[in-house]
């Protein structure tokens, strides 16, 4: 869907409200992810969970990565956590059967 967009109006992420088939460009206000690592979505909080590269941790010494959650309706993101990558090459963000978001990560290094 999102490649069927001309490259000039092709937005970073796309919502949409329900049952209905269009889509809407999600407005960032405070948020804008370099590198997302991982995402999911929460029926239980109607929440979109970004696992991404925090912008400035080169400058304080290390690779950091944060879990932001996201109202794709008004754009507002909130911090949650932050922690450092440890040797982790793959990261996934999932939601369990009770509508709790996971997170797991895992490394191809034996």
């Not at 490259?7 to 992420?13: C, H, I, L, W, Y």
């Not at 804008?32 to 929440?47: G, R």
């Not at 950091?64 to 990261?91: E, F, K």
């Not at 999932?94 to 490394?107: C, E, K, P």
Request: proline share 6%; charged share 25%.
């Amino acid at each position: 869907m999102k490649e069927d967009l001309p490259p000039a109006v092709r937005p970073d992420a796309l919502a949409t409200g329900g049952y209905a088939a269009t889509w809407m460009q999600v407005p960032w206000v405070d948020y804008a992810p370099d590198h997302v690592l991982a995402a999911t979505w929460s029926a239980c909080d109607h929440l979109l969970w970004v696992l991404d590269d925090e912008p400035h941790a080169k400058g304080r010494g290390g690779d950091q990565m944060r879990l932001v959650r996201v109202d794709p309706h008004l754009g507002v993101a909130m911090s949650i956590a932050g922690w450092r990558r440890d040797g982790y090459d793959t990261y996934y963000l999932s939601i369990d059967h009770d509508g709790n978001v996971l997170f797991t990560r895992a490394s191809t290094r034996a």
